[in-house]
């Protein structure tokens, strides 16, 4: 049998709701203070709040209180600090005294909307309750002026209010309220007013700092989602060029055999040489319909990608012995050391050589021949596919001397990951097309 140990509570940004005062203990007033300090921020939280759903109400508040609080002072108060020898209020008319209030309280109700404004009616109507001895309310309402001035107005005039609260404080000190001390008084004045500044920028500061912090989440979140959509068109754009370059030439070969095949049968009178001719044109057809899906492609949800290994140069046989099958001769050569090349660059060299003996087969159509060349040279790749265009008689169907076909602009993309450069074109020293690229050699590590 185990005794039960006591597990020390853990401890808590604040004390459980619904229990009474913690009894006195040593140290209790440090332990107070996080309490709070919990409870003074929700408080300025829940007061935020409230300002942002009913900013009306904390206006009136404002005006209210400093209201009652002048208007309880001038009746009630009895003044015994640096003040005390100021003559008594109680033989102010009560109509003066309230018109006082009101023509010096409402204009706070604008505090926000217009807080320059507010501070000069203030700081011009303020020269009568001092001239009153009504000092706590003139003190109250221009204070207020100049902390809202700090926390709302534009900050250049925030000095020259300050100056013109300064002077105004002095001159009611030493002018409009007699005391015997007047050093003592007007350092009561500054010190609030100087609070008041104080708490204004630093509500200001916080502010800004927090929209500060909010416009960055915002922009944390728009970059987050540009980069994903980027990497979703990329990876989108990476597909589609890799179905055109192995549907589209698949395609191509299957369309080549099977027009090389109807003629064949033709020749002979077999009755299969009709259902060839319909191969080969719904071959055609489904390329056409291929190149109009990969142009959509970049709209289209995520695809599932081949999980079968990447070809490289070792490919290329059987890619040309399907190529020569399809009705193109094909001769191929190769300098230097291949195999000591990247997986990246065999793929690319791979992929544009089966690009371009595509287009040899969709332009030229069989009985063409083509030279296929690989070299390594240093740091350089050489990649050289010529043809000899279509037989003597039939017009050519290569795409645009300016290289613009769709299978070209995949070869370009290709080489240009390697640093290399694509010239594609008719060939200047004879009949037939030309596709030479260059690319950086990257070695097998």
């Known amino acids: 049998m185990t005794t039960p140990t006591h597990r020390p509570p853990e401890p808590t940004d604040h004390p459980p709701v619904g229990l009474g005062p913690r009894p006195a203990s040593p140290g209790v007033e440090t332990s107070e203070v996080p309490a709070f300090m919990g409870w003074l921020l929700r408080t300025l939280r829940r007061l935020r709040w409230v300002d942002r759903r009913y900013p009306w109400l904390l206006d009136s508040l404002v005006v209210t209180g400093t209201a009652t609080a002048g208007l309880l002072h001038a009746l009630l108060g009895h003044d015994t600090g640096p003040f005390a020898t100021t003559r008594a209020r109680a033989d102010l008319s009560p109509v003066l ?202 709209n289209a949800p995520d695809a599932t990608t081949s999980l079968s290994p990447q070809p490289t140069l070792t490919d290329l046989d059987r890619l040309l012995t399907r190529v020569r099958a399809a009705g193109v001769g094909v001769a191929y050569r190769t300098e230097g050391d291949l195999a000591a090349l990247s997986g990246g660059v065999q793929l690319t060299v791979y992929r544009i050589v089966q690009e371009a003996l595509t287009n040899t087969l969709k332009h030229a159509g069989t009985g063409a021949r083509a030279e296929v060349s690989v070299g390594v040279d240093e740091d350089v790749i050489r990649v050289r596919i010529t043809d000899t265009g279509p037989p003597r008689g039939t017009p050519s169907r290569h795409p645009g001397g300016d290289g613009s076909g769709h299978g070209l602009v995949g070869i370009r993309q290709r080489a240009a990951m390697y640093g290399g450069t694509v010239t594609a074109g008719p060939r200047a020293d004879r009949f037939g097309w030309i596709v030479d690229v260059t690319l950086e050699a990257v070695q097998e590590a």
Not at 241 to 257: A, F, P, Q, T
């Open 97 to 298: 005294l309230v018109a006082v209030t009101v023509a010096l309280v409402v204009p706070l109700w604008w505090r926000r909307r217009a807080p320059e404004a507010v501070f000069t009616v203030v700081a011009v109507v303020a020269v009568l309750p001092w001239a009153l001895h009504l000092w706590l309310l003139a003190a109250l309402c221009l204070l207020s002026a100049l902390h809202n001035l700090a926390l709302h107005g534009p900050l250049r005039r925030l000095g020259w209010a300050a100056a013109v609260t300064l002077a105004e404080m002095c001159a009611a000190v030493f002018f409009l309220l007699p005391s015997q001390q007047p050093a003592l008084g007007l350092l009561l004045l500054v010190s609030q007013g100087i609070a008041a500044v104080a708490l204004g920028l630093a509500l200001r500061t916080q502010r800004v700092y927090r929209a500060a912090q909010e416009d960055r989440v915002r922009r944390l979140e728009v970059e987050r989602e540009q980069r994903e959509r980027l990497t979703a068109a990329a990876e989108r754009q990476r597909v589609a060029r890799e179905m055109h370059d192995i549907v589209g030439h698949n395609l191509s070969v299957m369309v080549g055999l099977a027009d090389g095949a109807a003629v064949l049968a033709a020749s002979e009178g077999e009755e299969s040489a009709e259902a060839l001719r319909l191969i080969g044109d719904t071959g055609r057809q489904a390329m056409s319909e291929l190149r109009r899906v990969l142009g959509v492609l970049g």
